[in-house]
């Protein structure tokens, strides 16, 4: 078990929909980073947050939004969900913002767009 | 439990065997490289990593070899064991004013008992 929890752990909306995930990070880390899996392009960056600011920008469509509340949980939007947006969505985090500092992920969110 | 489902390259070793798992990265600007080991159902985890300024790093069983002329890095376990079956993936860290993660393709290990 990493210390970094995701809810909700399988989702199953419809196109045109928007779903929230959510993440909580170990105790006591700052960063949180957001990354999806698919089967056509592997794990891919979307985005990183640092105690509430936005830190690094991967390839999140603009369809996809997300925030670093103050209790330092984070939350991906996704929204007008289309087919290809199926995928294991992961949630990581760090104690601070360097490159070196370990990730750790938690279980995902499987989400399926039917 | 759940799995990714790629169509992943595929190295199956004997237990008790070494097995070296190779991965070519891509942007020379990278200074920092991870190895994760998934198994299915579960998150990336940290296994090894090595900044761009060392060519080696051992950990426990793990070693990771670093050649930037090339730009190729390998893991290599040592006496492989069931439980090392997984997808494991390279990661390189660039440099972007913050940094980004970029994960390689993905290599599966089946270790035969």
């Known amino acids: 078990d990493s210390g970094v929890t995701q809810t909700p752990k399988h989702l199953i909306t419809a196109t045109g929909q928007r779903v929230t995930l959510r993440c909580s990070p170990r105790s006591g880390d700052l960063s949180v980073y957001w990354y999806q899996q698919s089967l056509d392009q592997g794990l891919q960056f979307l985005i990183q947050y640092y105690n509430g600011e936005e830190r690094a920008k991967g390839n999140i469509l603009e369809r996809f939004s997300a925030q670093q509340f103050p209790d330092l949980h984070s939350e991906l939007n996704l929204s007008s969900l289309e087919l290809g947006d199926s995928a294991l969505y992961f949630c990581?985090?760090?104690?601070?913002?360097?490159?070196?500092?370990?990730?750790?992920f938690g279980p995902g969110t499987r989400l399926t767009v039917l | 439990g759940e799995s990714v489902g790629l169509h992943l390259p595929t190295l199956s070793v004997q237990e008790g065997d070494n097995s070296i798992i190779n991965c070519a990265y891509s942007?020379?600007?990278?200074?920092?490289f991870i190895w994760y080991k998934q198994e299915s159902g579960k998150g990336p985890q940290f296994i090894i990593d090595i900044r761009s300024n060392m060519d080696k790093r051992q950990g426990q069983r793990v070693t990771v070899l670093l050649n930037k002329t090339v730009k190729h890095l390998s893991l290599q376990i040592a006496a492989t064991q069931p439980g090392d079956s997984a997808v494991y993936f390279c990661?390189?860290?660039?440099?972007?004013?913050?940094?980004?993660?970029?994960f390689g393709a993905g290599t599966r290990l089946f270790v035969k008992a």
């Open positions: 990661a390189e860290n660039i440099r972007t004013g913050g940094f980004k993660t970029i």
């Open positions: 942007n020379s600007a990278s200074d920092y």
């Open positions: 990581a985090s760090s104690v601070g913002f360097s490159s070196y500092n370990e990730q750790f």
